[in-house]
C-alpha cells in the first residue's frame, strides 16, 4: 500500500493511499476537532469515515497536468502514464496554484 499525507494550506488534513486498485483518503482526527478546518473539496466533506473509491478521487486528479506538459513529466520523471498516483506524489509536492500539498508519508513507508 502506498500512502502520501495531504496538506490543506499547510496544515496535516489527511492521508491519501492506494491498495491495489482501490484509493481511499481519511481526514487526519486532529484536523477534524480543529474548528477552523475546511474540506480538501466539496466532494470530500469533513467526516471521520474513509472516503473509498475505484478511482482517484477528482480533487487529487485536477492537481495533476494534461496533455504535453504531463506527456513532459512521465517522460522525464519515467513515470507511467496511467499511475496517477505516483504522478500525484512526484509533482504535486512543489510550487503551485491551490491549497493542497501532497508529501510522502514516511512513517506509512516504514511499516
Do not use: C, W
Not at 21 to 33: N, P, S
Not at 58 to 77: D, T, Y
Amino acid at each position: 500500500m502506498k500512502t502520501v499525507q495531504v496538506f490543506y494550506n499547510n496544515k496535516l488534513a489527511g492521508y491519501l493511499s492506494k491498495d491495489g486498485d482501490k484509493y481511499r483518503f481519511v481526514y487526519e482526527k486532529q484536523y477534524l476537532t480543529t474548528t477552523d478546518s475546511r474540506p480538501i473539496s466539496l466532494t470530500l466533506p469533513l467526516q471521520e469515515a474513509p472516503y473509498e473509491s475505484d478511482i482517484l478521487f477528482p480533487a487529487f486528479v485536477n492537481l495533476l497536468s494534461e496533455g504535453s506538459n504531463k506527456a513532459m513529466q512521465v517522460r522525464l520523471l519515467k513515470i507511467d502514464e496511467n499511475d496517477y498516483f505516483g504522478l500525484l506524489l512526484a509533482t504535486a509536492g512543489g510550487d503551485h496554484i491551490g491549497p493542497l500539498t501532497i508529501k510522502e508519508d514516511h512513517a506509512a513507508a516504514g511499516n
